[in-house]
């Protein structure tokens, strides 16, 4: 039988181990489109296992200004899950309007939440990825290859360290400093400049849109995490330098889950279109959908679908000042008379003002219209009788 092979001629995979050392970023990207990490990580093996702690730097560094259109607040998003996921989803020219929304979550219902928040097909790949760890358990303990039997079950118990210090980074975050309680039911909407001439407009609760913006995502680790992680990424290495000692077929189911888990991994991140935080889900809005704000003029033109949109939440436009001037009249009857759109240098004091006077003199014609146009027994006694004598 090929199980009971040692080699094959012309074959080595003596270092099949080293495979578990590339520094690859997918366990990293999963666990930021997650918000954190769960016990099922710990039986998906895949390459990376010893950098999942260095996932607060998905962002690649990158704080995008941000400005609430409202209320004219101009702050920096330092969460790098946040970031990472507006960096996926937005492309140079867009403007890519995402929505937030707080999460029901049920009893114990919400401990396997992990295996089925990512969507159908993320999560049936996620699930595969589990079962073939434990069919290559089952096969190096069926051929008795003992050195293989342990390398596999190292790279779990490291897996399973980082798993624990993640959680326990993510949930001081949670309860980490968040800003002031905000009103109940209060609205905010956020202009996010990213680089590339990148945008996003995220909508939703004010207090919602504050858990995935605000504070610390992973808290800075403890002493005790710094050691359980640094014990972890040894853990790999030691598991990695006595794959040597396996056979040839151990070697090979090595090198072939962690690979096959690798693709897996990608395919599951690719898919994976909404990112959950917090208890809450970060969407792009979709066609059809009435975007959890007012619903005006703009949204009913997006909701069609016209010649700049893509039907699906992106609407290019050909300039910045296009699109900084198109939110400007949006927003322009809030209270915060539009000093985010000079804040974050989108337009000048003088393009602002011309847009407001533009934007009153409409109004002013409007009403003229609508006062002339009006049924004469809507109108007051003397609009009435002059109505009359003409």
Known sequence: MLLHKTSIAGVALDSAGLVALADL???????????????????????????????????????????DMKNDYVFRIENPGTVSYLQSISEPGYLVTVQVTRLKRRGCIRHFEHLYIGGFIPSLLYILGIAFTITSIALVSVIRDFWATAVLLLLIVAR?????????????????????????????????????????????????IKLVTAGQWLSDPSPVESFAAAFAMLLVYVAAALAINGTFVGNLIIAVLLLVSAGILSVCNSLTKDLH?????VRIWKEGEKIPDEEDEEDIKARQGDEKGRHDGRRKYERRSEMATELLQKYRKQPGKAKWATKMDLLTKEAVRAVQERDEDGDDDEDGDAQASAPIHSQGPSQASNRTRV
């Open 160 to 208: 399973a360290i980082n798993t624990v210090v993640v959680m326990s980074r993510c949930e001081k975050g949670r309860t980490g400093w968040k800003g002031g309680e905000e009103p109940q039911g209060k609205k905010a909407a956020l202009i996010i400049l990213l680089s590339q001439d990148r945008w996003v407009c995220m909508k939703g609760l004010t207090e919602d």
């Open 25 to 67: 970023s997918l366990i990293k990207q999963r666990t930021a489109l997650m918000g954190s990490a769960s016990y099922f990580d710990i039986f998906f093996l895949a390459p990376g296992i010893h950098t999942q702690q260095d996932c607060t730097g998905v962002n690649g560094g990158e704080l995008p200004y941000a400005g």
């Open 277 to 281: 935080m917090f208890g809450c889900k």
